[in-house]
Nanobody, 116 residues
Framework: QVQLVESGGGLVQPGESLRLSCAAS????????MNWYRQAPGKERELVATVTSTGGSTNYADSAKGRFTISRDNAKNTVYLQMNSLKPEDTAVYYC?????????WGKGTLVTVSS
């Protein structure tokens, strides 16, 4: 079965960086685009970044452009989200996602808190 396990969240100060990881299993990882979403308290879940199956193309929400970088290692079945210049408004639970056969699969999320 599809499993997505996020890690790397934590408490950081504004301006600092974090690198999130998502380990995937149960499907042919290299065949699918992968996504990072986030959900802040009281808000809807939003798409942050997408990387295509080969890693050759990426896309970002406006809020992430220039600060976040999504990447993947198909040999390790892992997708990453490098987050730089973090802001308090980046505080959220970050989820890894894959859409496979018209079904969305989600990890349990990792909490990122940006606060001084």
């Amino acid at each position: 079965q599809v499993q997505l396990v996020e890690s790397g969240g934590g408490l950081v100060q504004p301006g600092e960086s974090l690198r999130l990881s998502c380990a995937a299993s149960g499907f042919t990882f290299s065949s699918y685009s992968m996504n990072w979403y986030r959900q802040a308290p009281g808000k809807e879940r939003e798409l942050v970044a997408t990387v295509t199956s080969t890693g050759g193309s990426t896309n970002y929400a406006d809020s992430a452009k220039g600060r976040f970088t999504i990447s993947r290692d198909n040999a390790k079945n892992t997708v990453y989200l490098q987050m730089n210049s973090l802001k308090p408004e980046d505080t959220a639970v970050y989820y890894c996602n894959v859409r496979r056969n018209y079904i969305n699969y989600w990890g349990k999320g990792t909490l990122v808190t940006v606060s001084s």
